[in-house]
């Protein structure tokens, strides 16, 4: 057997309005193709009524043979779908402006093959997180906003995007509100770290909110970004418990590993192509 005819194993995910015999016309392509599937995961939404799908399986044929033996399928459904090599890692633009702690979990773990990620540029509105990016060897791109200069700066952002073909942009505490023309530009491809258990505490200084509530619970959201602020489908979420005796500049403290663990998990979902919006919701194969 050659090189070329070794079995390769690739993801297919897939969404469309859900009715009798799609997983059997799937499987039948995935046959037709020489496919031997590994794992298939689905979910039929009732409150939208969309079917959602995930398969891994492995064979011999080439991607393009694949797509050709699975696009009458979905044509016949009218799915949105895609094929990906299983651990291709995803292009993966990183935003951030001054605290490093998402941004260090999220390239150490790529270092390290936790992530399937590869990071070929950092960007930031300030420069304090310019040591960290030289330190794992990955350009850094000082990009500073204003009001004045906001339309440019997303414009030089876009331009990076493009040049490195970026799959996936992540808000690594980037603090900085996106247009929401660069929010439809990089819709279901930009996932940003709420430093809150969302929808509570939005704002300034979520961890002083909740510490004035009294709250027994603190955490982190990982979620889409959407034109409308902190309101994208929501991927991952962890909370940890905290008590009356705990200043808020400890909640503060306690919150930084939370965020950095969830945004780390929400990078590697999405990447693994685990995760398919249903409107303001996803649905998350494990």
Known sequence: MTDSTLPTSFVVTLSCPDRPGIVHAVAGALLEAGCNIADSQQYGSPSTGNFFMRVEATTSSTQAELSSALAPVAEAFGMKWQINPVGQKVRTLILGSKDAHCLNDLLFQQRTGTLPIEVPAIVSNHRDLEGLAEFYGIPFHYIPVTPDTKA?????????????????TVLARYMQVLSSELCTELNGKAINIHHSFLPSFKGAKPYHQAHARGVKIIGATAHYVTADLDEGPIIEQEVIRVDHARTAEQFVQMGRDVEGRTLAQAVQWHAEHR????????VVFN
Do not use: M, N, P, S
Not at 152 to 168: F, N, P, T, V, Y
């Open 152 to 168: 440019q700066a997303e414009a030089k952002l876009l331009e990076l995007i493009h040049e490195h073909g970026i799959e996936l």
């Open 275 to 282: 995760v398919l919006l249903d409107g303001t919701r996803t």
